[in-house]
C-alpha cells in the first residue's frame, strides 16, 4: 500500500538557519504530495502542495519539489523563525476522493 | 465562518468505557472524515461519512463505528476502550466531488485518554 517517510525529529535550529526535512513516499501511479503544519493545540493546516512531478509548491517562505524519480518531496526554507516551531507532516493522496496517507511527523523547534 | 468544530477537547475514560466525540463541519461541507493521531504518529485514517453513510473505511475494529447526521454533522463511536486508543482524533470536513484533498479542512481535535 501507499506509504510517506519522514525524517526523524526532533529537529533544532536557530532563528535564520536554513531548514529541510525529507520525505520520500511509496505509491502507484501518480499521487498529489501536501506538507501540513501542526502548531500546538491546533489542527492540520496545509501548507503548500505538487500535483505532478517536477512541480514547485510554496507558500509562506516554505517550497517542495514533486520528484519522482527520487520519489520525494523535502520541504525547504532559506531562514526559519521562531514562530516556524512547529510539527510537520508530508502526506500523499492517491487519488481525488482517497483518504490522505501521512508520514510520522517532524517536530520543529526554532530558538531566537 | 466558522472553521471545524470537536467537542470536547479533552476527555478522560478507563479500559472498557465507551465514548462519543462529536464534530460540526465547516460551512458548506458536507463531506467528514475522522482520523486518529496516535502520540508521535501521524494521522490515520478511520472513516469517511458522505449522506449519512459511511463512504470509506480505513484499518480499524468494528469498535470504532460513526454517525452523520442531515445537517452534515458527525459522531465517533468507541466500544470497549483500549489503552492503546489513547489519541488525537481529528475531524476533517470537505465538500463531496472537490477532486483533491487540498479543500479539506481540520479541527484542533479531541484529545482522549484512557488509563
Known amino acids: 500500500g501507499d506509504s510517506v517517510t519522514q525524517m526523524e525529529g526532533p529537529v533544532t535550529l536557530s532563528e535564520e538557519a536554513f531548514l529541510t526535512i525529507n520525505c520520500t513516499y511509496t505509491?502507484?501511479?501518480?499521487?498529489?504530495l501536501f506538507w501540513y503544519v501542526q502548531y500546538p493545540g491546533e489542527g492540520l493546516q496545509l501548507l503548500l502542495k505538487?500535483?505532478?512531478?517536477?512541480d514547485k509548491g510554496s507558500n509562506k517562505g516554505f517550497e517542495a519539489t514533486y520528484r519522482k524519480e527520487t520519489t520525494s518531496f523535502h520541504l525547504e526554507k532559506g531562514s526559519v523563525q521562531v514562530s516556524d516551531s512547529a510539527v510537520y507532516f508530508c502526506?500523499?493522496?492517491?487519488?481525488?476522493?482517497?483518504?490522505?496517507?501521512f508520514g510520522k511527523g517532524t517536530r520543529l523547534s526554532v530558538i531566537a | 465562518d466558522a472553521g471545524v468544530t470537536q467537542s470536547p477537547t479533552h476527555l478522560i475514560k478507563t479500559r472498557g468505557q465507551q465514548v462519543t466525540l462529536r464534530c460540526s463541519p465547516k460551512?458548506?461541507?458536507?463531506?467528514v472524515s475522522w482520523y486518529q493521531q496516535a502520540l508521535g504518529q501521524g494521522p490515520q485514517f478511520i472513516f469517511q461519512?458522505?449522506?449519512?453513510?459511511?463512504?470509506q473505511r480505513g484499518n480499524f475494529p468494528d469498535r470504532f463505528s460513526g454517525h452523520q447526521f442531515p445537517n452534515y454533522s458527525s459522531e465517533l463511536n468507541v466500544n470497549a476502550l483500549l489503552l492503546g486508543d489513547s489519541a488525537l482524533y481529528l475531524c476533517?470536513?470537505?465538500?463531496?466531488?472537490?477532486?483533491?484533498?487540498?479543500?479539506?479542512?481540520f479541527g484542533s481535535g479531541t484529545q482522549l485518554s484512557v488509563l
Open positions: 461519512y458522505y449522506e449519512e453513510e459511511e463512504r
Open positions: 460551512s458548506g461541507h458536507d463531506t
Open positions: 502526506a500523499l493522496e492517491h487519488s481525488g476522493n482517497t483518504p490522505l496517507v
Open positions: 505509491a502507484t501511479g501518480y499521487p498529489s
Open positions: 476533517a470536513s470537505r465538500e463531496w466531488g472537490v477532486a483533491t484533498n487540498e479543500k479539506l479542512f
Open positions: 505538487a500535483t505532478k512531478a517536477d
